[in-house]
């Protein structure tokens, strides 16, 4: 009954001896995570230059509109007429700037999900190659034990 016993410590240890780590999966997973995360802050440094753009042309209009009202007006009422006239520039010009702030957060939105979906598929081969390949290693190794039996 000892010899029953002990022949089953040495064919798990064989089996577990036979079962190798595989490294190249773990590379290939952190490859993966590494490529996603590059093409996610190319999303974000692209959208934020593109914010940055928007913002400084609508800051640079908005003074431009300014520097027509501030000019000295021949008749009072010319004050009041530049007023009207800025307000509704600037409520024109910022309603085109947030429709341009939006544009940027869909493609912001649109490349995030493309990215997560082509990740996510890349991330499910690797991990069916790994369980794949441990299935085989693990399938060798019993039949190599059983065969020592």
Request: a negative charge.
């Amino acid at each position: 009954m000892a010899k029953q016993a002990q022949d089953m410590t040495a064919m798990f240890k064989d089996m577990m001896g036979a079962f190798p780590v595989d490294t190249a999966a773990m590379e290939d997973a952190f490859k993966t995570a590494s490529t996603l995360n590059e093409k996610l802050s190319h999303v974000a440094i692209d959208a934020a230059e593109k914010s940055t753009e928007i913002s400084s042309k609508w800051t640079k209009e908005t003074l431009a509109k300014l520097g027509d009202m501030s000019k000295a007006k021949a008749e009072p009422a010319d004050y009041a007429k530049a007023m009207t006239d800025f307000a509704s520039s600037y409520a024109e010009v910022t309603a085109e700037h947030m429709a341009a702030f939006a544009e940027v957060a869909k493609k912001v939105q649109m490349d995030t999900v493309e990215l997560m979906m082509a990740a996510g598929k890349d991330m499910s081969e690797d991990a069916q190659a790994v369980v794949k390949k441990a299935t085989g290693d693990m399938t060798a190794a019993a039949k190599k034990a059983a065969a020592a039996k």
